[in-house]
């Protein structure tokens, strides 16, 4: 007499939508975009293909999902700013080269359409409100007349292009600038950025 299978668990919906969204990000970071397929999360999770489309729609509304997930987190760390500067920078870093969101946002662009449905885009301006008033502050305490507000803005916009090229070319540039260990140098470049986002 043969033995039935397990019954499978139902997950609640928001359970199996967040175990999705991590193996999906595992995926991510390993290979970037291309290396997300829902055949293969599906395989990952032991589920079925149909499953993941129940709760996305379709591959971009999981990419869309994982984006506007990353850049809400990557939001919500910014604007805490509880460490310095450099901190900051090397969470943006993690999660724009590391974790592969920077290739995430690149195929975004290149594919002709917006990521992450209800992702806001004024990420930049709650991030230089703030850096501004850390600026200005700094200013105060030096006995210096404070920044303009665009100033900062323009600098927190320079900042964000260079991490997000450093996560796309960062060893490419080292090595084309003749330089050596692409980590350390990485560190070294935000150390260097994060001087002077704060002047």
Known sequence: MSEKPPKRRRRPAAEARERILAAASRRLAEGGPDAVH????????????????????SRDGLMAQLETRAMRALQDDLLAASGTAEDSLARVAQTLGDEGHARLLAWW?????????????????DVARGIHARRVEAAAEAGEAPPEPEDTVFVVRLAATALFGEALLGNILTASAGLDDPAETSRRFRRWLADRLMR
């Open 38 to 57: 829902l055949e293969d999360v599906a395989r990952d999770l032991g589920i079925s293909h149909p499953a993941i489309l129940h709760h996305f729609g």
């Open 109 to 125: 662009v290149l594919h002709g359409s917006g990521p992450g449905e209800g992702l806001e885009w004024d990420m930049l301006q």
